[in-house]
């Protein structure tokens, strides 16, 4: 009986899909793709200062940044948290900025998936980029 139990157990275990299982920890990376700059100003806004305040949000989240090209308007960052690295790199202008996926390590990924604490972080500075921009002028 006990063994039977196992073995339906297991059968169920190992035949459910992927993207149902809740134990799954990787998720289709997440990519920020041509969002608007929004601010509650009249003011013309600058590329220069799009990117500064960019540059602001990556710093409070802890992300670095490696590179950065203020005439073309892209720049690159990473982040280490404990041993997990990733590296993105941000296209803006004084309408819109894109956020898209470099490399990483220790962060599972593979055929377009990453752990889901990637997708997380990129959530959150999206979010602290959007807000920095609104209060801009």
Not at 63 to 83: C, F, H, P, S
Not at 118 to 128: G, H, M, T, V
Request: hydrophobic share 40%; no cysteine.
């Amino acid at each position: 009986m006990k063994l039977t139990l196992i073995i339906v157990l297991l059968s169920i275990l190992f035949s459910a899909p992927s993207e149902a299982a809740p134990w799954t920890r990787t998720q289709p990376v997440y990519e920020v793709f041509n969002v608007p700059v929004v601010t509650y100003s009249d003011k013309e806004i600058m590329q220069a200062s799009v990117g500064k305040e960019i540059v602001r949000a990556l710093t409070k989240k802890r992300w670095a940044v490696t590179k950065e090209d203020k005439a073309t308007g892209v720049l690159q960052a990473e982040i280490l948290v404990r041993r997990h690295y990733a590296k993105i790199e941000i296209k803006y202008s004084a309408t819109n900025y894109s956020i898209t996926y470099m490399d990483s390590r220790d962060l599972r990924y593979r055929n377009g998936e990453i752990h889901r604490n990637y997708n997380k972080w990129i959530k959150l500075l999206d979010e602290a980029i959007r807000q920095n921009l609104i209060h801009l002028y």
